[in-house]
């Protein structure tokens, strides 16, 4: 569990996405979008989303050649875990 957060909370970036998605779990989101609402560089985004795939928490979808959606992964047992600690917390924050 400790490389898991290790790994999830490597960056701010990283973090600062993880975070919008938990407050977006049932969205689509395109990378131009998540870049927008977190006022992040696309190219930022960029980087950081693979290792969420990577990890569980974040599944990509591709919608065309050039288009891909993720969305909050709901049935992986880590981000049901991330997902009620940030909803415990987040009235703290």
């Known amino acids: 569990m400790e490389k898991l957060l290790e790994k999830i909370f490597a960056s701010?970036?990283?973090?600062?996405?993880?975070?919008h998605?938990?407050?977006r779990?049932?969205?689509?989101l395109n990378l131009s979008?998540?870049?927008?609402?977190?006022?992040?560089?696309?190219?930022?985004?960029?980087r950081?989303?693979?290792?969420?795939v990577d990890m569980?928490?974040?599944?990509?979808?591709?919608?065309?050649?050039?288009?891909?959606l993720f969305i909050l992964e709901i049935e992986d047992e880590k981000s049901k875990i991330l997902a009620e600690f940030y909803a415990k917390i987040k009235p703290m924050l």
């Open 48 to 52: 950081v989303m693979q290792p969420l």
């Open 12 to 19: 701010r970036a990283q973090t600062r996405v993880v975070q």
């Open 33 to 46: 979008r998540i870049a927008n609402e977190t006022g992040l560089a696309h190219s930022t985004i960029h």
């Open 21 to 23: 998605f938990l407050d």
């Open 25 to 28: 779990p049932k969205e689509y």
């Open 56 to 68: 569980g928490l974040i599944k990509e979808i591709k919608a065309g050649q050039q288009i891909r």
